[in-house]
């Protein structure tokens, strides 16, 4: 079976493992109920993101081999989680101030482009219909701004519920 994987298959199990271990290793710096949410938050972040503009609505990009549904296309998407808690566990290691605030999301947005480069030279994902990796710039500006007001308003919360 292994004979037919294809560099993209290979890839993501790589990527699986290490992003993975990344966070069993990682100090934990989120309660255990943001923990559980920001895995959350990336992967449905994540699935917006590719039902929209990847082979959804728009059809910016095909996953994988084919524009069908496969194994792998869902442990594609299951490398999403991590990174919503990657951002929101290194909020907290480097103390993301208001000021820092557009900082920080410039600095994960290229993440995401790099992250985007990355999977299109490993065959990941293909672009067509006259989508270029400079257009994903500003779709992770847009997710990264979301997600760090969302994670503000969580933390308010979680905050004021405790005193």
Not at 73 to 102: H, Q, R, S
Request: hydrophobic share 50%.
């Amino acid at each position: 079976m292994i004979e037919q994987w294809s560099k993209n298959e290979i890839s993501i199990c790589v990527m699986l493992i290490a992003i993975y271990t990344l966070l069993f290793f990682l100090p934990k710096r989120l309660s255990k109920h943001m923990t559980i949410l920001s895995l959350m938050w990336g992967t449905a972040a994540g699935f917006l993101v590719e039902f929209t503009i990847g082979g959804g609505i728009f059809d910016f990009y095909t996953v994988n081999d084919s524009s069908s549904y496969e194994l792998f296309d869902f442990f594609y998407y299951i490398m999403f989680a991590p990174f919503g808690y990657l951002f929101m566990n290194f909020y907290e290691v480097f103390g993301i101030t208001k000021k820092a605030f557009g900082y920080y999301v410039t600095a994960w947005s290229f993440i995401g482009v790099f992250a985007n480069w990355m999977f299109n030279k490993l065959d990941i994902i293909h672009f067509k219909n006259d989508f270029t990796l400079s257009y994903s710039f500003a779709i992770f500006i847009l997710i990264q701004t979301v997600t760090g007001l969302y994670y503000q308003y969580v933390k308010q919360k979680e905050h004021s519920s405790e005193v």
